[in-house]
């Protein structure tokens, strides 16, 4: 059965579409009208291997926080969508990833409780125009959605760019490990035999 998801939420503030295949990858379509989070998000379809796109338009007149946070939001439970009842995926995923002086890590369980422990500062504020301490609500949203517990964490690092291209690079690579259908996984990899709240 084929592991994708479309999703589509409108509100005053936004609309986003996003399309996520999480066995077909395809070169990611990104297009929020902010830079450098089209960057980061297509650093994670890459190195997690996903097919993704994603349309969003949101209040940029603003700022950046709805569009990021609504896009955490709809990538979240576009996941959770593809997984369904989640059979035979190894749940678990880490991933250390360094992106020159930086060092990046994530582990996360697809567990049905949604939780986030983010540790990491920015010296630089923006990055074009992306609030770098939106980093943490778009992953808050993720988390949320996804009903996904979700460690973040800054090793290492001085260049703000560089630290959060390691965590959505890690990122990436920690889902793609947790998405991952293991044929020595029988059912649904938990002793209660479902994977929710």
């Avoid at 994708?4 to 509100?11: D, N």
């Avoid at 005053?12 to 830079?35: C, H, R």
């Amino acid at each position: 059965m084929a592991r994708r998801y479309k999703h589509t939420r409108i509100t005053n503030e936004t609309t986003i579409t996003i399309n996520l295949d999480l066995d077909e990858q395809y070169e990611p379509s990104i297009q929020t009208g902010i830079g450098f989070f089209d960057h980061m998000l297509t650093l994670f379809a890459k190195h997690g291997r996903f097919g993704l796109t994603i349309q969003a338009d949101g209040d940029l007149h603003i700022d950046a926080h709805h569009t990021v946070e609504d896009v955490g939001i709809v990538l979240g439970l576009c996941l959770d969508g593809a997984l369904g009842e989640k059979r035979q995926i190894n749940r678990y995923g880490t991933a250390y990833v360094p992106m020159d002086e930086s060092l990046g890590f994530v582990s996360l369980d697809i567990s049905g409780r949604p939780y986030l422990v983010f540790n990491a500062t920015f010296a630089n504020p923006q990055l074009g125009s992306f609030d770098t301490e939106l980093t943490e609500e778009f992953f808050r949203a993720v988390s949320m959605n996804a009903k996904m517990n979700l460690h973040m964490k800054v090793i290492d690092g001085t260049n703000t760019h560089h630290k959060i291209e390691a965590l959505f690079k890690a990122f990436g690579r920690a889902l793609r490990e947790a998405v991952t259908i293991n044929e020595q996984i029988v059912g649904i990899n938990s002793t209660k035999g479902m994977l929710s709240s």
